[in-house]
C-alpha cells in the first residue's frame, strides 16, 4: 500500500510546519521600521513622563532644588484641601452639562445626515469648528459673548431681555465654557456616530418598518441598541477629554469668578507652574490620572463596549 493511499484510509495528514522564510524576516523587520517612531514617541512623551509624575507625587520638589521624598504626604494635604474638592466639583459639573448636551446633538446630527442628506460638503462643515483650535474657539466666543461689546449681549439688549455677563456670574460661567466646547466638538461626535450608524443594515429597519414600528420607536428600540459599541468608543474619548478641559478656562475666566471656573486641569497648572510645588501638582494629577482610569473602566463594563447586539 502506497503513503498516499495510507494516508486516504486513515483520513489523517501530516501536520504542516512553517519555518521562518526570508520573507517574514523581512516583513518583521519593516513592521519594527514602521513601529520605532511611534514606540519612541510614546516612551520620551508619554510612559517617561508618566514615572517620574509618578514618582515627584511622592516628593516635595521644586525646580530650585532637588526632590525631597515625602512618602504619601501630599496625597494627606490633598484630601484636606478645599479648593482640590472645589476644582473636583466645579469639573464634575462642566463634565456632565457638556457629555450631555454634546452627545445628544450629536446623535441628532448624525440621524439627520443619515436620512436627510449625503451631501459631503455638509458633513465637511460639520466639522469645520473641530478644525478651529479650542483657544481661538474660546477667544471667539469670549468676544461675542462679552458683556460690555460683545454681539450677543448687543442684540439681548436690543430685545430688552437684559445683558447677561456669560463669563463673569457664578451662575453661568460654567454653562458658557461648556457650551463653547459643545459647539466645537459636536460636528466631530456626530460623524464618529454617523459611521456607527453606517455598519447598521438597512434590512433591519425594513423588518421592523413591516411589523408597523414607528420611525421613533425604531431608534429607540434598533438604532441606540445597536450603536452601544460606537457610543462606548466615544462616550469614553469624550468624557476623558472634558475632564482636562484647561485652555477654555485659561484664555477665558482664568479660574474665576471666585473659584466657579477653577477646574481641575487649571489647579494643577496653578499649583506647578504659579506657585512651583511641582510635587503636590504632580499628586493632582496622580489623583486625575485615577478617577480617569475609572471612569473609563465603569464606562466600558456598563455599556459592554466589546459586545455587539448584530453578532
Do not use: C
Not at 466631530?188 to 455598519?199: D, H, K, M, P, R
Not at 494643577?268 to 473602566?297: C, D, M, P, R, T
Amino acid at each position: 500500500m502506497t503513503r498516499q493511499s495510507t494516508t486516504a484510509l486513515t483520513g489523517r495528514r501530516k501536520p504542516v510546519t512553517h519555518s521562518s522564510t526570508p520573507h517574514s524576516r523581512h516583513d518583521l523587520r519593516t513592521a519594527v521600521l514602521f513601529i520605532t517612531p511611534a514606540a519612541l514617541g510614546f516612551g520620551v512623551f508619554f510612559l517617561v513622563p508618566t514615572i517620574r509624575g509618578f514618582y515627584f507625587s511622592l516628593t516635595q520638589y521644586n525646580l530650585l532644588g532637588e526632590p525631597k521624598f515625602i512618602g504619601l504626604g501630599n496625597f494627606q494635604k490633598l484630601f484636606a484641601d478645599k479648593l482640590f474638592w472645589n476644582s473636583l466639583g466645579v469639573t464634575l459639573q462642566y463634565v456632565v452639562i457638556n457629555i450631555v448636551f454634546q452627545t445628544v446633538i450629536a446623535i441628532g446630527l448624525a440621524v439627520l445626515m443619515q436620512r436627510l442628506t449625503k451631501s459631503t460638503v455638509l458633513r465637511g462643515a460639520l466639522l469645520v469648528p473641530w478644525l478651529i483650535s479650542n483657544v481661538i474657539a474660546a477667544m471667539l466666543w469670549f468676544w461675542l459673548l462679552d458683556y460690555q461689546i460683545g454681539l450677543v449681549n448687543i442684540f439681548l439688549d436690543w430685545s430688552g431681555l437684559g445683558k447677561i455677563a456669560f463669563f463673569g456670574s457664578e451662575q453661568w460661567a460654567i454653562p458658557t465654557i461648556a457650551f463653547v466646547n459643545v459647539w466645537r466638538h459636536m460636528g466631530y461626535t456626530a460623524l464618529l456616530v454617523f459611521a456607527g450608524l453606517q455598519t447598521i443594515p438597512s434590512y433591519v429597519y425594513e423588518a421592523a418598518s413591516i411589523d408597523g414600528s414607528s420611525e421613533w420607536s425604531s431608534f429607540w428600540r434598533i438604532t441606540l441598541p445597536l450603536l452601544r459599541p460606537v457610543l462606548a468608543m466615544v462616550l469614553v474619548m469624550t468624557v476623558t477629554g472634558s475632564f482636562q478641559i484647561f485652555d477654555t478656562v485659561s484664555v477665558t475666566t482664568r479660574g474665576g469668578p471666585v473659584n466657579a471656573t477653577r477646574v481641575i486641569q487649571y489647579y494643577i497648572y496653578q499649583k506647578g507652574f504659579a506657585e512651583g510645588q511641582f510635587g503636590y501638582a504632580s499628586a493632582l494629577s496622580v489623583i486625575l490620572f485615577l478617577i480617569l482610569a475609572l471612569v473609563a473602566f465603569i464606562q466600558m463594563r456598563l455599556l459592554r463596549a466589546d459586545e455587539s447586539d448584530l453578532a
